[in-house]
């Protein structure tokens, strides 16, 4: 029976920690600041959070399951509709015009919210992956901008 009270005694505390209705304000205040960002500034978190916490990429399947018939289809066809239905992309600076090098470093260093030094060792040491998992949208935004000032970038 003393086993019995010992192991309740052991998961009382984790189960009142789980149920706890009050979040705690450490993590209230994260989740504020969060909530106020946008699109661009979320996606970089994601991409700082997964290199920091070393967590890989995961691919999702589709949802439901592809019937018989269309796992017979050619590799060609299969190809061709991933192609048409990507819709994030990563951004890649190629790189750049040596005339508007300073044009793209503060680019980079407001779109990453890098300080100056920090743009510049990324904007020379490319080709480099600028953003990941960027929506088309703001891909093609990033893009256009930086193709402005002279950089070429590609969509990956």
């Known amino acids: 029976m003393s ?3 010992i192991t309740r005694l052991a998961v009382a505390p984790t189960l ?4 706890s209705t009050a979040p705690d304000a450490k993590i209230t205040k994260i989740v504020d600041q969060i909530a106020q960002l946008n699109l661009l500034e979320t996606s970089a978190l994601i991409s700082e959070l997964k290199t920091r916490l070393n967590i890989a ?3 999702f399947p ?5 019937p018989a018939q269309q796992a017979a289809a050619p590799v060609e066809e299969e190809v061709k509709e991933e192609v048409e239905e990507k819709t994030i992309f990563a951004v890649k600076l190629e790189s750049f015009d040596t005339k508007s090098k300073a044009k793209v470093i503060k680019e980079v260093k407001s779109l990453l919210g ?3 030094v920090e743009a510049k ?3 020379e040491s490319a080709p480099k992956v600028l953003k990941e998992n960027v929506p088309k949208e703001d891909a093609e935004k990033i893009k256009g901008v930086l ?9 990956e």
Request: charged residues 15%; proline residues 0%.
């Open 62 to 66: 589709a949802a439901g399951a592809a």
């Open 114 to 116: 890098l300080s100056l």
């Open 121 to 123: 060792k990324f904007v």
């Open 16 to 19: 009142l920690r789980f149920n």
């Open 147 to 155: 193709e402005g000032l002279g950089a070429k970038v590609t969509l």
């Open 57 to 59: 990429d995961i691919a």
């Open 3 to 5: 086993n019995t009270n």
